[in-house]
């Protein structure tokens, strides 16, 4: 709890045993006094990551089988609803993210107004560790195209790290339980829709690390993917999907 706000952490995981009792043991370490619940979704994992985040002392929801990202953040934001949880921060499942960013993103909610806040890897403050060229101009030209389309100065719309007021949920207008969303698709849809919607967002500053496993061993898939992060742009600009 943070300034008498209850705050819930979600991750999503598919097959991150040996990350995830990792990520956990940091996050308890750095956000004490801040995060009041660990909230893990194992999105159908066939690892022992449910025993391992259990073990680590986060709540853990099993997914019987593999949905998508998109799918296991929703559970996990849904959770934070039910629960009453005046703030949402979603973190990576892999150890990617430096929990010690947590706090900068809950002091903007909580003291300067913010509604939603994504983590930035590319603006003053921010760094990266083991960042594989590749990534570096994917993730910038990504950046670059949400920007022409939400007209949102965003510098890395694809980070995953972020924090919001969790009664953003009940928003009609924000539609998270389509199907279509259940992919790489969930993230940036909700991104461009707190956009749209003229909620105050801000940028801040954070780590973003990749491991020597990571380099060669990401989740997903060219083309494929890409079209997956990419067509919730589309689909919103021209009013294809709600």
């Known amino acids: 709890m943070y300034k008498r706000k209850k705050i819930a952490l979600v991750m999503a995981c598919l097959n991150e045993a040996e990350k995830i009792g990792n990520s956990i043991k940091k ?17 159908g994992s066939t690892d022992l990551t449910f025993k391992e985040a259990k073990k680590a002392g986060a709540t853990v929801i099993k997914h019987k089988k593999n949905l998508g990202a998109g799918a296991a953040y929703r559970t996990g934001y849904f959770y934070s609803l039910k629960k009453g949880y005046d703030i949402t921060v979603e973190l990576a499942g892999d150890d990617q993210d430096d929990p010690k960013d947590v706090k900068k993103i809950v002091e903007s909610i909580v003291d300067y107004g913010f509604d939603y806040v994504h983590g930035s890897r590319w603006i003053k403050g921010g760094r990266t560790v083991n960042h594989p060229l590749t990534r570096s101009f994917l993730t910038k030209l990504y950046s670059f195209i949400f920007r022409i389309f ?20 009940k928003n009609p207008k924000i539609k998270l339980n389509q199907e279509w969303l259940n992919k790489y698709e969930l993230e940036p849809y909700f991104f461009y829709k707190v956009i749209q919607l003229g909620y105050k967002i801000k940028e801040v500053p954070v780590t973003k690390f990749y491991h020597k496993k ?14 997956s992060i990419l067509r919730p742009l589309i689909y919103l600009k021209f009013k294809i999907k709600e």
């Open 27 to 43: 996050i308890k370490k750095n956000c004490k006094g801040i995060v009041d619940e660990i909230i893990v979704v194992d999105d």
């Open 150 to 169: 939400t007209g949102f100065p965003a510098t890395d719309a694809t980070n995953g790290i972020r924090g919001f007021k969790t009664e953003i949920l």
């Open 214 to 227: 990571m380099r060669s061993n990401t989740k997903m898939i060219p083309f494929k993917s890409w079209w």
